[in-house]
Nanobody
Framework: QLQASGGGLVQAGGSLRLSCTAS????????MGWFRQTPEKGREYVGV???????YYADSVRGRFTVSKDNAKKTVYLHMNRVKAEDTSVYYC??????????????????WGQGTLVTVSS
């Protein structure tokens, strides 16, 4: 089970941190990814922190967002900086034990959190 939190209203140019805590799985064995979804764009990949420590980001957030994974706390974070109006979305965390090369693909994720809404005001 994955429990996401931290969403809310933030001004454009500001920062926000999302958290996602896992239970019932061996957290260190999983890649932990973040995705977002809107009715207009559908589901988008945001970024992933891999089980071996690597990270990988979508072009749209690279340099602004950071994913970090704390195995001791079984928690993954999404640090959102310099947010833009187009970052407004419902954000989901997810867990996968797929190969690293497919860790950006949502269909390779086994567990999903419930989503947390981020609204960026301009």
């Amino acid at each position: 089970q994955l429990q996401a939190s931290g969403g809310g209203l933030v001004q454009a140019g500001g920062s926000l941190r999302l958290s996602c805590t896992a239970s019932g799985l061996t957290f260190r064995n999983y890649h932990m990814g973040w995705f977002r979804q809107t009715p207009e764009k559908g589901r988008e990949y945001v970024g992933v922190a891999g089980r071996s420590g690597g990270t990988y980001y979508a072009d749209s957030v690279r340099g602004r967002f950071t994913v970090s994974k704390d195995n001791a706390k079984k928690t993954v974070y999404l640090h959102m900086n310099r947010v833009k109006a187009e970052d407004t979305s419902v954000y989901y965390c997810a867990a996968s034990n797929t190969a690293w090369g497919t860790a950006h693909l949502g269909e390779h994720y086994d567990y999903w959190g419930q989503g947390t809404l981020v609204t960026v005001s301009s």
